[in-house]
């Protein structure tokens, strides 16, 4: 069974002390693995995707990164409106849908 | 920036009553989606719909949900006779392709069963 699993579920960092959310995941066929920022009340909204092992790919203080297994989401020096919620979803090779996991709850505090 | 829009942002229904859900995708997408989340869990995929059919769909997409696109705009989503569990937020997203770069989202719909 496809599946995702972020951790770790909340974390809270001091406004410019960087850090790393994982997303570990078992697809049949990776056709892309999503990453999200969810804000309260509000919709997805697409940051990232990533389609083969060993891809990198960069947006202001974020990066995210592909291995077979896991996917990371690093934060360089944090700011407290990166303050989200961040989702990971993986889409399988013979599916239009995107299989989400229960997300990281980032808080950055000044 | 496109976006994609979701009408009302919240709706409480009374157990039983049929709701629609209403969404306008980005113009140049072909590919349309709902997904819903309960509070605390989750986001989960409901139904994919491409060249006005339903091309996938979920174990919870049961015979009361139904998808429509009436006309060259909107995108709905029925539900026939509510239910307590059906209380979520419901997503639509849409897409110029399948895998492509970034599944639009809209704010969501907000809707609660009483």
């Known amino acids: 069974e496809d599946q995702v699993t972020q951790s770790p579920e909340a974390l809270r960092l001091q406004e410019g002390e960087s850090s790393s959310l994982n997303c570990s995941y078992t697809?049949?066929?990776?056709?892309?693995l999503f990453w999200y920022r969810q804000d309260p009340g509000k919709g997805p909204e697409f940051l990232f995707t990533?389609?083969?092992a060993g891809e990198e790919k960069e947006k202001e203080r974020l990066k995210a990164t592909l291995t077979k297994k896991e996917s990371f989401l690093h934060i360089t020096a944090p700011k407290p409106e990166d303050s989200a919620t961040y989702l990971c979803?993986?889409?399988?090779?013979?599916?239009?849908?995107?299989?989400f996991g229960t997300g990281t709850r980032l808080q950055v505090f000044p | 920036e496109p976006e994609v829009t979701q009408t009302p942002s919240h709706q409480v229904t009374q157990m039983g009553q049929e709701v629609i859900l209403r969404c306008v995708p980005i113009?140049?997408?072909?590919?349309f989606y709902w997904y819903r989340q309960i509070l605390g869990q989750k986001v989960e995929f409901l139904v994919s719909?491409?060249?006005?059919?339903?091309?996938?769909k979920s174990e919870i997409f049961d015979d009361q949900f139904s998808v429509e696109r009436p006309d060259g705009s909107n995108f709905t989503l029925k539900i026939r006779s509510t239910k307590l569990e059906d209380s979520a937020m419901y997503f639509c997203?849409?897409?110029?392709?399948?895998?492509?770069?970034?599944?639009?989202f809209g704010s969501g719909t907000r809707l609660t069963v009483v």
């Open positions: 719909f491409y060249n006005n059919e339903i091309s996938e």
């Open positions: 979803a993986v889409q399988a090779g013979n599916t239009d849908k995107l299989i």
């Open positions: 697809v049949s066929g990776l056709r892309g």
């Open positions: 990533l389609y083969s």
């Open positions: 113009s140049n997408h072909l590919y």
């Open positions: 997203a849409s897409s110029e392709a399948v895998g492509s770069d970034g599944y639009t």
